[in-house]
């Protein structure tokens, strides 16, 4: 959510949203330093971050989160299924 989709969340509402979220999906194009990243391991949220930008030098794999290749849905799809069940 945010200004591409015209949702903007009011930052006093964003610690609400990740204490109820499950994980934080970070599905960049291009990204040098995402905030959502940042914000998910301060909430201790499990993330999935495409690997792309500088996202590879923020999440460790299976240390504080997972990569999938931005090309590949299904990858997504299986870093999706690793957290969620």
Do not use: W
Request: proline residues 11%; negative net charge.
């Amino acid at each position: 959510m945010g200004p591409a989709d015209k949702r903007d969340v009011p930052a006093h509402e964003m610690p609400t949203l990740y204490r109820n979220a499950l994980a934080c999906v970070v599905p960049s194009r291009r990204d040098g330093f995402p905030l959502a990243v940042l914000e998910s391991f301060a909430f201790g949220l499990p993330t999935i971050a495409a690997q792309t930008g500088g996202i590879p030098e923020m999440v460790e794999p299976e240390e504080n989160g997972l990569l999938f290749n931005r090309d590949e849905p299904e990858d997504l799809a299986e870093k999706l299924s690793v957290i969620l069940v």
